[in-house]
Nanobody, 126 residues
Framework: QVQLVESGGGLVQAGGSLRLSCTVSGRTFSTYTMAWFRQAPGKEREFVAAINWNGGSTYYTDSVKGRFTISRDNAKNTGYLQMNSLKAEDTAIYYC???????????????????WGQGTQVTVSS
């Protein structure tokens, strides 16, 4: 059974920073593509960033480029999302997701991922 547990969310002022963590258990993490998605109230879940199994490829949605950085430490079975220069519009529940069976070209799609965390709230006050 694969489990993902996020941590690191919270309340921060606009312009501040947070680092989210996602720890994966139950299978060899180093084989997974990992991604972060977010969902704001009344909106659909949207893709934020993805990283391939060895960290050699990353991809970001345009609205977070230059502000967010996705990374991973396979020795710790943990992925990260460093969020800088946060804006009020970044407020959402952030979810990590992982899968090992789908090609990299599908990394932005929610239905690519079979495994999801429970979500962590990020609130940015303006």
């Amino acid at each position: 059974q694969v489990q993902l547990v996020e941590s690191g969310g919270g309340l921060v002022q606009a312009g501040g920073s947070l680092r989210l963590s996602c720890t994966v258990s139950g299978r060899t993490f180093s084989t997974y593509t990992m991604a972060w998605f977010r969902q704001a109230p009344g909106k659909e879940r949207e893709f934020v960033a993805a990283i391939n199994w060895n960290g050699g490829s990353t991809y970001y949605t345009d609205s977070v480029k230059g502000r967010f950085t996705i990374s991973r430490d396979n020795a710790k079975n943990t992925g990260y999302l460093q969020m800088n220069s946060l804006k009020a519009e970044d407020t959402a529940i952030y979810y990590c997701a992982a899968d090992y069976r789908q090609p990299w070209r599908t990394a932005t799609a929610t239905n690519t991922y079979a495994y999801w965390g429970q979500g962590t709230q990020v609130t940015v006050s303006s």
